[in-house]
């Protein structure tokens, strides 16, 4: 298994996509602090949890997704890799680990780099160690929200186009849901607002926010009887991933036989 992890690793960092990955981990931070015009480091934070993980991360994930599993099909060597005989199940496992490393280091150097920002406009240094927790936590919780898109890529096994169309509405749909009162205030239980990834996460992080105003304060309080619980939050969302996890299983079994 470690000699498999790290075959997949190799191939990963030989993807065009995994640079501008970091590189936009890197920039992105930069950006956003500057359209903060009152910001302080709880702020710049939550853009890395927030606009760096749902706008950028999550989309990437699947991309790469799309490529670490479509290599053997380009290349024509997943008969090959089963003949060895490497069960699909490690080789899906090895892959996915991979997507888990790449969200959370991802987030973490979204962490560092606002970090350093803030730290550069003497800005104060406010519980750093719960601030990286959350955004490690959400690069965990991001990776598993992009599974069932990632399902779908190696159910469709089609193409990079196909992989793209699907990313976009995936991630379309799940961000546009965090905006409706109709799904995010809904008590937990199965409706959208706990089952659809995206705004089950912001369920968990509104709960974290310093409301400033009158508008601010009393969205708070208004949604503040919706809000899911760390262990609730990420009991759905694990739960969730591992049911992908044996769906691509299956599937790979499929193609085997």
Not at 159 to 167: G, H, K, Q
Not at 169 to 180: A, D, E, P
Not at 198 to 219: E, H, K, S
Request: glycine share 2%.
């Amino acid at each position: 298994m470690h000699n498999l992890l790290h075959a997949e690793f190799i191939k990963f960092k030989r993807r065009r996509i995994f640079l501008f990955g970091i590189l936009a981990a890197i920039i992105f931070p930069v950006f956003n602090s500057a359209l903060l015009s009152e910001s302080n480091f709880a702020s710049i934070q939550s853009g890395v949890r927030e606009d760096n993980a749902f706008l950028l991360l999550m989309p990437m994930l699947i991309i790469l997704a799309s490529n670490l599993f479509f290599v053997e099909q380009d290349n024509n060597t997943l008969k090959n890799l089963l003949c060895i005989p490497i069960p699909p199940k490690k080789l899906v496992i090895a892959k996915l680990l991979v997507l888990l490393f790449f969200s959370i280091v991802f987030q973490i150097t979204g962490f560092a780099v606002s970090t350093a920002i803030a730290i550069v406009q003497n800005i104060p240094i406010i519980q750093p160690f719960f601030q990286f927790f959350l955004t490690v936590s959400t690069g965990i919780l991001i990776w598993a929200a992009a599974l069932p898109c990632i399902v779908l890529v190696v159910w469709f096994n089609k193409s990079y186009l196909l992989s793209i169309i699907i990313v976009f509405f995936y991630t379309l749909i799940n961000y546009v849901m965090h905006f409706s009162d109709a799904i995010m205030m809904q008590p937990i239980g199965l409706n959208a607002g706990t089952l659809m990834p995206v705004p089950m996460i912001f369920r968990w992080l509104y709960q974290f926010y310093n409301p400033v105003g009158d508008i601010q304060t009393a969205f708070y309080h208004r949604f503040s009887e919706y809000f899911a619980s760390t262990p609730i939050c990420f009991l759905v969302l694990l739960l969730e991933a591992f049911a992908c996890i044996y769906i691509m299983f299956c599937i790979y079994n499929s193609r085997e036989n």
